[in-house]
C-alpha cells in the first residue's frame, strides 16, 4: 500500500472476524499452491491463472483485479522487484526470488498475505535476505498483542532488517484490512518522528493489520517502472516481501492468512 492520509481505525467484531477467518484461510491455501508450483521454467502467467481456477471452485474473487486499474488477479515481482510485479510470459530461472502477493474477497471480507520464495538453489545473500523477510514478519507478529502500540510493531521489522545490513522499504506500507482491502491505519515498516503515522496507536482486540515487510539487500529507496505498477529497488539490488493479515485478540495476535500444514 502507498502512504494515504489517516482515517477511522475500524475494530472488527466476532461475526466480522469469523469472515475474515474465512477469506484468510482461502489467502493461505493460495499461497501454498503457488509456492509450491514455483520452479524454474514456469511462467508467472502460469500462477496467476492457477489462482483465477482456484478462486472460481471457491466462489471467491481476486481482490487485486481491477483495483485502482491493476490488470493482473495477483503480484509477481522477481529479484530487484519490490512489489507490484505484473504476471506475464516470463520464465522463472534457477536462482531467481519470486515475490507472491494475493488478496480475496469472500462473503464481503478480505483476505491479503505475501511471502518470497526461492526457484531452485539461490545465492547465500539471497538466502540471508529470505531469512531476515520472515524473521522480520514473525517479530512484527509477536507484537500484535492489546495494549501495546503501532510503534512497536513497526520498529520489529526495522531493527530485524538492519541488524542484519538490510533495509526497509519506506514508500509503501502495510495497512487494516476488513471491508476494504486497504483501511486504517497504514503500518510503517520503520518508526521516524514526524513521519506522518500515528505510532501511538494502542492495539486493540478487534484490530486486524496486514503486516508487510518489504526488505532491501541494499538501500530503501524504490521506482516504478513505466508501465505504472512494477516497484523496483533503486540499486536493483534483491528484495524479498512477507506479508500476513493479523487479528489483536484477548489471548494474543491471530495470524488469518497462515498457510496450511
Not at 202 to 220: C, D, F, I, S, Y
Request: some cysteine; glycine content about 12%.
Amino acid at each position: 500500500m502507498s502512504r494515504e492520509a489517516a482515517g477511522v481505525v475500524e475494530i472488527k467484531s466476532q461475526r466480522e472476524l469469523a469472515r475474515m477467518r474465512a477469506a484468510g484461510g482461502l489467502v493461505g491455501e493460495a499461497l501454498a499452491m503457488l509456492r509450491d508450483m514455483v520452479g524454474p521454467g514456469r511462467r508467472t502467467r502460469e500462477l496467476d491463472a492457477a489462482f483465477v481456477e482456484l478462486l472460481g471452485k471457491r466462489g471467491a474473487e481476486a481482490a487485486f483485479k481491477g483495483y485502482r486499474g491493476y490488470p493482473a488477479n495477483i503480484c509477481t515481482s522477481v529479484n530487484e522487484q519490490v512489489v507490484h510485479g505484473i504476471p506475464d510470459g516470463r520464465r522463472l530461472a534457477e536462482g531467481d526470488l519470486l515475490s507472491l502477493d494475493v488478496g480475496v474477497r469472500l462473503e464481503g471480507y478480505y483476505g491479503d498475505a505475501a511471502l518470497t520464495v526461492p526457484v531452485g538453489q539461490v545465492s547465500e545473500e539471497a538466502g540471508r535476505l529470505l531469512a531476515v523477510g520472515r524473521c522480520g514478519l514473525e517479530a512484527a507478529i509477536e507484537q500484535m498483542r492489546s495494549g501495546r502500540r503501532l510503534r512497536d510493531v513497526s520498529a520489529a521489522i526495522q531493527q530485524t532488517a538492519e541488524a542484519e545490513g538490510f533495509s526497509v522499504v519506506r514508500q509503501f506500507v502495510g495497512h487494516g484490512i476488513g471491508r476494504q482491502m486497504h483501511e486504517d491505519p497504514q503500518v510503517p515498516n520503520f518508526v521516524e518522528e514526524g513521519c506522518g503515522f500515528d505510532l501511538d496507536l494502542t492495539l486493540r482486540p478487534g484490530l486486524v493489520l496486514a503486516l508487510e515487510p518489504m526488505v532491501n539487500a541494499g538501500t530503501w529507496e524504490v521506482r516504478v517502472l513505466g508501465d505504472g505498477w512494477t516497484v523496483v529497488t533503486k540499486d536493483r539490488r534483491l528484495s524479498v516481501h512477507f506479508e500476513h493479515s493479523v487479528a489483536v485478540t484477548t489471548v494474543g495476535p491471530e495470524v488469518l492468512t497462515r498457510l496450511p500444514e
